[in-house]
Nanobody, 121 residues
């Protein structure tokens, strides 16, 4: 199955910034909605931000004003710029995309392997 390729995680101090990237590999027909999720230790995976192909974005309340989701359709890439990071942002971050591989294909959901973000106090 197709797996999205994530990068950009790491260790930062509270108040710092990170930029996550996620690339859809191989040939595609169209990428529709892309999104970022995160899963902290002992908790379920939760939606952080999403963006449609026409750049309509949405955010959960706890990241509004701090995180920005964007996409580059020519590079088949989605980004998550994370500023003013807090210790409670510590989690494994996963990218997600709705992809149509060829003209007759159905819309399918794909996930990345996850990238660790750790924010120290």
């Amino acid at each position: 199955q197709v797996q999205l390729v994530e990068s950009g995680g790491g260790l930062v101090q509270a108040g710092g910034s990170l930029r996550l990237s996620c690339v859809v590999p191989g040939s595609i027909f169209r990428i529709d909605t892309m999104a970022w999720y995160r899963q902290a230790a002992g908790k379920e995976r939760e939606l952080v931000a999403s963006i449609t192909r026409d750049n309509t974005s949405d955010y959960v309340d706890f990241v509004k004003g701090r995180f920005t989701i964007s996409r580059d359709n020519d590079r088949n890439t989605v980004y998550l710029q994370m500023n003013s990071l807090k210790p409670e942002d510590t989690a494994v971050y996963y990218c997600n995309a709705v992809i149509k591989r060829w003209a007759g294909d159905a819309r399918n959901i794909y996930w990345g392997q996850g990238t660790q973000v750790t924010v120290s106090s």
